[in-house]
């Protein structure tokens, strides 16, 4: 039996917000192994204080070093918020489309009016998405700065022990 016209529209018009449900969770999933990267660093950069302050490490320059870990640390906070704050954005994003889907399906259900909350949920939605990206995007470059800094920490270090400075 063929589709009728309208549910095969209903369906044309549920797919959409199925496609930001998809590329949603991708996001979902690549900030989650992000923020899993973040907090093991934090744990490691926990450790190699605690050791260095208990004089439990043959590292040279056992200062400068819990200098320089105090300030990763502070780094890792502030991304690790930025990846918070992205992953809520995501996940309500997803919501939203959700919504989305489930106020179209019941539109042609029951037959109201509700035309007006799918747009206005997935405006919402995408909205969402957007800040998230943009969230994310401030944390890619809080990576690569912490990134520069550990290059110029290990430069440092190795011109003090080559006696450069």
Same mark, same amino acid.
């Given at each position: 039996?063929?589709?009728?016209?309208?549910?095969?529209?209903?369906?044309?018009?549920?797919?959409?917000?199925?496609? !930001?449900?998809?590329?949603?969770?991708?996001? @979902?999933?690549?900030?989650?192994? *992000?923020?899993? =990267?973040?907090? $093991? %660093? +934090? /744990?490691?950069?926990?450790?190699?204080?605690?050791?260095?302050?208990?004089?439990?490490?043959?590292?040279? !320059?056992?200062?400068?070093?819990?200098?320089? @870990?105090?300030?990763?640390?502070? *780094?890792?906070? =502030?991304?690790? $918020? %930025? +990846? /918070?704050?992205?992953?809520?954005?995501?996940?309500?994003?997803?919501?939203?489309?959700?919504?989305?889907?489930?106020?179209?399906?019941?539109?042609?259900? @029951?037959?109201?009016?509700?035309?007006?909350?799918?747009?206005?949920?997935?405006?919402?939605?995408?909205?969402?998405?957007?800040?998230?990206?943009?969230?994310?995007?401030?944390?890619?470059?809080?990576?690569?700065?912490?990134?520069?800094?550990? @290059?110029?920490?290990?430069?440092?270090?190795?011109?003090?022990?080559?006696?450069?400075?």
């Amino acid at each position: 039996m063929p589709i009728a016209p309208p549910n095969y529209s209903t369906l044309t018009a549920m797919i959409t917000p199925a496609l !930001f449900m998809t590329a949603t969770g991708s996001l @979902i999933i690549s900030t989650s192994n *992000r923020m899993s =990267r973040i907090v $093991d %660093r +934090i /744990r490691q950069l926990n450790e190699q204080g605690d050791s260095l302050s208990r004089g439990k490490s043959d590292l040279d !320059f056992p200062a400068e070093r819990l200098e320089h @870990i105090a300030a990763q640390l502070d *780094r890792l906070v =502030r991304r690790s $918020d %930025r +990846i /918070r704050q992205a992953l809520t954005l995501l996940y309500l994003a997803l919501a939203l489309f959700v919504g989305t889907s489930l106020t179209t399906a019941i539109h042609v259900l @029951i037959g109201s009016d509700v035309l007006a909350m799918p747009t206005a949920l997935a405006i919402a939605g995408v909205t969402l998405l957007l800040l998230a990206s943009v969230q994310l995007t401030r944390e890619a470059h809080a990576a690569l700065g912490g990134n520069q800094l550990e @290059i110029d920490f290990y430069k440092a270090l190795r011109r003090r022990r080559t006696g450069g400075g």
